[in-house]
Structure formats: C-alpha cells, structure tokens
C-alpha cells in the first residue's frame, strides 16, 4: 500500500530531544525547509552534558523556528499545526521543545502534536522521492536505539527484535573512545574505516545466527577493549584496520538480521533510519544484498538520518491527516517505548 504524504497541511516540527535544536515546515506535501543547530562543544566532555544542552536549546529555539519560517517564507499565521517532540531524549531538552510548542499552540489556537523521536526516525525515508510502500520492515540505528519494527501503517507497529545491551551506536562512540578518536566516534570510524583491512581482528558478531531478531553489542565491545590491551604497542597504521574490523562485524549482524527478518516476515521494503544509518558501508552492503535478493532499500540522505525537525513535521502532517493531536497536558517524557499493536 502507498502510503501518501498529505498534502492539505501546513505544519511546523520542532525537534530538540537531545543536542540539535531544530525546526521545519512542510506544506502541500513537500518540505519547504529545515534548519538545524547542533551543539558541537559537547566534543570536548565525550558526550553530551544535559543541562549544558538544555540551556543552548533555550539560546536557539527562537531564533531556529524563526529561520525556519523565513527560508520557506511564511509567517506563523500560515501554520496549521505545531508537532514536537515530547519523548525519548534528554528531559530537559525536551522540555525546551515541548513548552516552546505549547506557548505558540496556546497563543495561535493551533493543535498540538506529540511526536515520539524514534517514530519519527521511522517514517524519516519519505523525506525523500523515492518512498517505500506498506508494509515494510524498519531497522532504527542511533546511538541510543537498535530495533527492528515491522511496520504496517502509522501507528500500528510490530516489535520484532532489539538490543539487550549497547545500541549500535553506543558501541561505535565506545570503541572510538578506545581508539582515541573523541566524540561522536561514527563519522571517525567510518572514515578511518575505509583505509582499513576489515580482516585484520575477527571480532565477534553477537547473535547473527539466533533465530530470533534480538541485539547486543557490548560484547563486540569488550572484545576491541581485550584485543588492545593484549596489543599494547598498536602502531598507529594498524588503528585504521581495527576500525574496519569493528565497523565489518557491526554491520553483518545489522545487514543479516534485517534481511533475515524482511524474508520470513514476506516484506519487500526494507527501511534503515538513524544516526548510524548514515553509515557509508552499512548503506552499500544494505544496498547489494537487498538487491541481490530482490528486496528494496530505503535510506534517508545524512541530513535526514541524525536528529531534524523534518521527520518531527513530516509525522506530524501523517497524523494530523489521521486526526492525531494533543492537548496542552502533553508531557516530556524521558523514556517512552513506541506504542506497539499487533
């Protein structure tokens, strides 16, 4: 089933559940702008420090929301609707978000939309031209989230499997920690990787043959942290192979249990979301094997795949069209799971 992006709404997405401030408009169907403010001096702490995030969020959430309107040159009066993100995330970076939300809905008389972060990461693929169609099977990858999601219709979700430990993203800001590469370690590994022999260490790949759809990576991990304190004296020339030995095996286990999972489950499309979905060699190897078993593969472009107000709007307009809204009693909620129903 195709699913349509609504093209009847005018509708502002705030986003600020962690360390981007952002905010976006998409009207008649299409996006008409998205601007986002990342927080980069958390580099030096090795992650983020809450309420250092919180208080730039209070710097920018004005000016962001203003940008936003001017670049896709409307005023507040031309809005619809407002969706926020009100959960998972950082409480008070979510809060910041959510009573700047509330104050325009309450003063403009518009409705209010609750969006729940790792939802909207799920729904992020129709940002593009290329859309899948219902139902698909949806890999979430960040650094907080690993889940596999058979997704049947906005709103109506089967969990088939997800981490028990680490989320992939963790380990990869972990093992660049190990490696002396800062925060966040991603874009670094990534990049180191592809000088690497992604042979050089064998490492483990946590439940790839288990029959159920299930993760972990804290024991990949573990194994990096050994494997260097038995190796010392690492030349730096071999931190290149280590980082593609790592990548290698963290991507087998994500490829191999989503398309596992889109074959036993008779799904065609198969949808990869989330900060590491930016990946440069989990987007190949999903593309060849998707493609070698006549499956499709949908990613959003990076913009898209981190945290931006443009998946918060998009979800927005999908339950706007549905009915969906909230009133002004809509909480931050730090931790939520995605309302599953089978």
């Known amino acids: 089933m195709k699913l349509e992006v609504p093209v009847n709404h005018c509708v502002l997405g705030i986003e600020s559940s962690c360390d981007e401030t952002s905010a976006a408009i998409i009207a008649n169907g299409k996006l008409e702008s998205v601007v986002v403010s990342s927080q980069f001096f958390h580099n030096s702490f090795g992650g983020v420090v809450p309420e250092l995030a919180s208080r730039a969020h209070l710097r920018a959430i004005v000016p962001i929301v203003d940008e936003a309107l001017r670049q896709a040159g409307r005023s507040l009066s031309s809005i619809e609707a407002i969706a926020v993100t009100n959960t998972p995330g950082l409480m008070g970076s979510l809060l910041v978000g959510l009573n700047y939300a509330k104050g325009l809905s309450s003063a403009l008389g518009l409705p209010l939309i609750g969006i729940h972060h790792i939802e909207a990461h799920i729904?992020?693929?129709?940002?593009?031209?290329?859309?899948?169609?219902?139902?698909?099977?949806?890999?979430?990858?960040?650094?907080?989230?690993?889940?596999?999601?058979?997704?049947?219709?906005?709103?109506?979700?089967?969990?088939?499997?997800?981490?028990?430990?680490?989320?992939?993203?963790?380990?990869?800001?972990?093992?660049?920690?190990?490696?002396?590469?800062?925060?966040?370690?991603?874009?670094?590994?990534?990049?180191?990787?592809?000088?690497?022999?992604?042979?050089?260490?064998?490492?483990?790949?946590?439940?790839?043959?288990?029959?159920?759809?299930?993760?972990?990576?804290?024991?990949?991990?573990?194994?990096v942290l050994y494997w260097l304190k038995k190796h010392p004296e690492l030349p730096h020339d071999d931190i290149p192979h280590i980082a593609a030995s790592f990548q290698r095996a963290v991507v087998d286990v994500l490829v191999s249990k989503t398309l596992r999972a889109a074959t036993e489950k008779g799904m065609t499309d198969i949808v990869v979301v989330g900060g590491v979905s930016a990946n440069s060699e989990l987007r190949e190897r999903f593309k060849s094997d998707a493609k070698s078993r006549k499956l499709r593969f949908f990613t959003p472009r990076p913009l898209y795949s981190t945290d931006n107000a443009a998946m918060i709007a998009m979800l927005g307009a999908l339950k706007l069209d549905r009915d969906v809204t909230h009133d002004l009693g809509l909480r931050a909620e730090p931790r939520h799971p995605i309302a599953y129903r089978t």
């Not at 990869?172 to 592809?194: N, R, T, W």
Request: aromatic residues 10%; proline residues 5%; glycine residues 10%.
């Open 123 to 223: 729904f992020s693929a129709l940002l593009e031209e290329n859309r899948p169609e219902l139902p698909f099977i949806a890999l979430v990858v960040s650094g907080g989230h690993t889940l596999l999601v058979l997704v049947k219709d906005v709103g109506d979700y089967e969990l088939l499997g997800e981490t028990l430990d680490d989320a992939a993203g963790e380990a990869f800001d972990k093992v660049g920690k190990m490696l002396g590469l800062g925060y966040p370690a991603g874009p670094a590994i990534d990049k180191l990787a592809a000088s690497g022999n992604a042979s050089f260490v064998q490492f483990p790949r946590a439940m790839m043959s288990e029959e159920h759809y299930d993760f972990s990576f804290s024991g990949i991990k573990t194994s």
